[in-house]
């Protein structure tokens, strides 16, 4: 990753992804933590309401950070042309994208703390337990989008909302039951591991480290395949003659 790649990324999020409003969008969405969350009818309490915010928002920030992280573009031909790899510029684009996503992430982190000061008072490791889920949400999201971008699919993030609704009402979907539980292995393991992220909050709340073990494994593991088929699929990227 060097100094040009930087300045290149610097200049696609100002001008076209997520763009100047969506930065700004990004910058104040914390403020919606501020209402009054336990007093609208939807949550008994103001962290509940809070953490769906958080969670839901750190899944639309992969999906909009994500979207187009690693996909080859009529750009890349100039590089291949000069022996450049490609691949590696692609690879450091979602990199920095993923710094990007994550540098948001702490962000509104840090507004949920100070909210919760406010208006809850929740401990502060409680809350920075939950808040942590935040990052494994939109890592998850993101990796899940680099491959299928790498690929050329159009349709990722559609694809992403599918299969996470499948993981978070995978435990509750009755005709999942009569599957073999070899099948359900397998499904759970080829899911994103969504709900083992939001497992990791709770779990580290209560200060139950061993229990992490399983979830952590589901997640690196996942995100390593994820990251590892999209770096063969960009290997093997050839420009198209016209």
Sequence with gaps: MNRTSRQWRLAYWWRVSPGRTGLSILLVAP??????????????????GATVLAWLG??????????????????LVWLYQKGISPADQLVSYWLLDAAL??????????AWLAANAVLAGEPI?????????????????HAFLFPLAALGSKRGVDLLALLALLAMLQPVLQFLEALPQGAREALHWVLPPLVDATRVGP???????????????HILAWLASCLMIGIIALRRWRPVRP
Excluded at 31 to 48: C, D, K, M, N, Y
Excluded at 127 to 140: G, K, N, W
Excluded at 203 to 217: K, N, S
């Design 203 to 217: 779990v580290l709340a209560h200060g139950l480290w061993t229990e992490l073990i399983p979830a952590l494994a």
């Design 101 to 110: 996503g994550t540098s948001v992430v702490a962000w509104w982190g840090a």
């Design 58 to 75: 750190a899944f639309v920030l992969a999906a909009l950070v994500g979207r187009d992280s690693g996909a080859p573009s009529r750009s």
């Design 125 to 141: 490791r409680y809350v920075a337990s939950f808040a942590l889920c935040m990052e494994l949400i939109f890592l998850i999201g």
């Design 31 to 48: 403020a919606v933590l501020l209402l009054p969350l336990g007093r609208l009818g939807f949550w008994e309490q103001w962290f509940v």
